[in-house]
């Protein structure tokens, strides 16, 4: 009996380290109360695409999961400040609008709007093999001064 469980392990291991299962944050403020993160998950080992979900997040106030659909290890997840303090999440083409003062707005933008992007934050993407955030300044990653 123990013999069939070792190998059911041994044969079930390869299948399941192939998938994705990661998040990074970036910490808007400088502290973790006020993040985005960015959650990629794969569920099936096989499929090269991900899941991925952008959390929103303004403790204590609030917190929201929203969907960003699929893209697969490679896709880059950009993040863009416009003056109001809401933020464009950029996945490929697709282009969504977001905000922490609730983290309750959510749309998905046909367009780039009217006023421009806005200043660009820094992008979600894979790093030596690591989901990261690479803040584009150094004060874009939460170092600003209040």
């Not at 044969?11 to 403020?29: E, K, N, T, Y």
């Not at 006020?34 to 090269?48: A, G, N, S, Y």
């Not at 400040?81 to 998905?108: D, H, L, N």
């Not at 992007?117 to 690591?130: I, K």
Request: aromatic share 8%; net charge negative.
């Amino acid at each position: 009996m123990r013999l069939r469980v070792l190998l059911l392990a041994l044969f079930a291991a390869p299948l399941l380290s192939a998938c994705v299962d990661d998040r990074a944050s970036w910490q808007i403020d400088g502290t973790r109360e006020h993040t985005l993160t960015l959650v990629r998950e794969q569920p099936l080992f096989w499929d090269k695409k991900v899941n991925l979900y952008l959390v929103v997040s303004r403790m204590p106030a609030c917190t929201r999961r929203h969907s960003l659909g699929w893209g697969t290890d490679k896709t880059r997840v950009t993040i863009y400040q416009v003056p109001s303090g809401a933020f464009i999440v950029q996945v490929g083409k697709r282009m969504y609008a977001t905000e922490s003062q609730t983290c309750e707005a959510w749309a998905r933008l046909e367009e780039e709007p009217a006023d421009g992007m806005g200043e660009m934050r820094g992008v979600f993407r894979v790093r030596n093999g690591e989901l990261a955030f690479v803040a584009e300044k150094p004060e874009a990653a939460g170092d600003e001064e209040e």
